[in-house]
């Protein structure tokens, strides 16, 4: 995954004329302060500018967005999705990823709680409904932290369609669960 946070003129040249495609962008928020506070920069183009220019050119676009409670949930999230869904078949597929923290935090950050686990997961079902509606395509994805926070069983293999974001943990469960069952249903009974 690439955060579009430092890329240089030459950069987006080379991803047009090379026809890299598709790219996997850590997207976080859209919103210009909110993604500064989350990414720790200071200036920078807005994430937005930069998606669409990649469209423009033809770019097909994976994207994760890791949440930090209090942060860039909320409003920022429904925000988040629309601007990344406007634009169009560019946009593959979207991950929701809980933020991962070490004992070495710092600045207050914490993880998601059970209930709000349980959140995320009941908005981003209720909106993976209206894109399937719309695009034939959940498009939205739920990484499989957050039902084993909430206590909740991860979705049937059919709900991941072909695991576009299993590398961010989106389906990895299912997939280990099948594949014991599998394997337990070959095992030799002796």
């Known amino acids: 995954y690439i955060t579009l946070t430092n890329q240089r003129e030459e950069d987006f040249q080379r991803i047009a004329e090379d026809h890299l495609s598709p790219l996997y962008i850590s997207i976080h928020c859209i919103d210009p302060s909110m993604r500064k506070t989350i990414m720790g920069v200071r200036e920078q183009t807005p994430i937005m500018e930069n998606l669409e220019r990649l469209a423009e050119g033809g770019v097909q676009m994976h994207g994760e967005i890791v949440l930090v409670p209090g942060y860039n949930d909320g409003d920022y999230l429904t925000e988040t999705l629309a601007g990344i869904a406007s634009l169009g078949d560019a946009f593959l597929s979207v991950a929701l990823v809980p933020v991962g923290l070490t004992r070495c935090h710092e600045n207050g950050l914490r993880v998601y709680q059970k209930e709000e686990a349980a959140a995320i997961i009941d908005f981003a079902e209720f909106q993976?409904?209206?894109?399937?509606?719309?695009?034939?395509?959940?498009?939205?994805?739920?990484?499989?932290e957050f039902y084993l926070l909430a206590g909740r069983d991860v979705p049937k293999d059919e709900d991941y369609e072909d695991y576009p974001q299993i590398e961010n943990g989106v389906g990895?469960?299912?997939?280990?669960?099948?594949?014991?069952?599998?394997a337990m249903e070959e095992f030799p009974e002796n």
Do not use: S
């Open 172 to 182: 990895i469960v299912r997939q280990f669960h099948d594949d014991f069952r599998y």
């Open 128 to 144: 993976q409904k209206e894109f399937f509606r719309e695009r034939g395509t959940r498009f939205l994805f739920i990484a499989d």
